[in-house]
Each structure stands twice: as C-alpha cells, then as structure tokens.
C-alpha cells in the first residue's frame, strides 16, 4: 500500500490552482482533512481516501490509475464512493448522485470522508462572495448531514464538531445572542 507521505506528494503535484473563493491552494484542503481525519484517528485507508478523492475531481486522475499505483481495492473503492460523477453535466446532480450512492451503499467510512469533507468546507463558507451559494451550501448540507447521521454515529467526536463549526457560521450570519 502506498503511504500518507506519497500521497500527499501526488496530490499537491496534480490538484493545481487556488480554492474558488481564496488565495489558497487547493490541495491544502485534502491535507487539512486529512489531518482531521487523522487527530479523529480514522483508519488509513479513510485518510488515503480522503485525500485522493479530489485528486480524481480535480487532478485529472481516474479510478484505474489509483489501481496501478498500487492503492487497496478498499481505498479506490472509497474514493469512487466519495467523488463526483463528471460525465453529469448539472453540479448539483452530480452533487446528490454522489451522496445518494454512499447512502445506497450504507458505506459508514465514506459517509465519514465527506462529512470531514464539508466540515473543513464550513470553516471557509463565510467567505463565499456569492451569499445564495453560501446559503444553499449551508442549507443543503446541512439538512443532508442532520438527517442521516443517526444511521451512523451520533457521538463521534467529528460529528460533534461539525455540528459546533456549523452552528458557529449561522450564528456569525443569523445573530441569535450578542
């Protein structure tokens, strides 16, 4: 199996730019979740997983190429479950495609890699300069995560904090107490 270190080498090698709405790189995302994954004491294969899965959205890297570098079936598998469909042209679509294929699976830990996914996303959403994405991110993200993870687990400590990051962000928009 191919170690942490050489992932992230390969991923800051092929996700090229900044974030969408920043000055930072994107691959910095797929080493701070991992690094959330990692304090949470998440498997290697999630943490692999995790930071592969953009390599494949954003780093022009297929499935098949994961497999000749030797990576486990399990990590590929993961990374498939956990990356969206690009021949679906609508963003959206290929957004709830993506979320519906784990919740058929019943797949826990790529449920886990974008729960971590979205939680590492929360922390910068505020600084979205298009406020109706930021709030349809919020909301529908949101709503997607509430609902379902009390199929998986209620008392994780990263659940628990996304919820927290959450909650932190709408109440920097939507002041309840001052």
């Not at 900044?18 to 000055?23: C, F, I, L, T, V």
């Amino acid at each position: 199996m191919i170690d942490i270190q050489t992932t992230k080498d390969l991923v800051q090698e092929r996700i090229m730019g900044n974030r969408k709405w920043s000055e930072t790189p994107c691959y910095l995302h797929s080493y701070s979740v991992y690094e959330s994954l990692n304090k949470y004491g998440y498997s290697d294969d999630i943490q692999l997983a995790w930071l592969l899965h953009d390599i494949v959205e954003d780093g022009d890297t297929s499935l098949k190429e994961l497999e000749q570098l030797w990576y486990t079936d399990q990590v590929v598998y993961l990374v498939d479950l956990a990356s969206h469909d690009e021949s679906i042209s609508d963003k959206y679509t290929r957004r709830s495609t993506m979320m519906q294929r784990i919740l058929d699976e019943n797949n826990q830990d790529a449920f886990i890699i974008k729960l971590a996914d979205y939680h590492d996303n929360l922390k910068d959403c505020l600084t979205m300069p298009d406020s109706s994405k930021r709030n349809k991110f919020l909301q529908v993200k949101w709503s997607f995560f509430a609902r379902r993870w009390h199929h998986y687990d209620w008392n994780s400590e990263l659940y628990k904090d996304f919820l927290l990051r959450y909650h932190n962000q709408i109440n920097t928009l939507y002041p309840l107490f001052n």
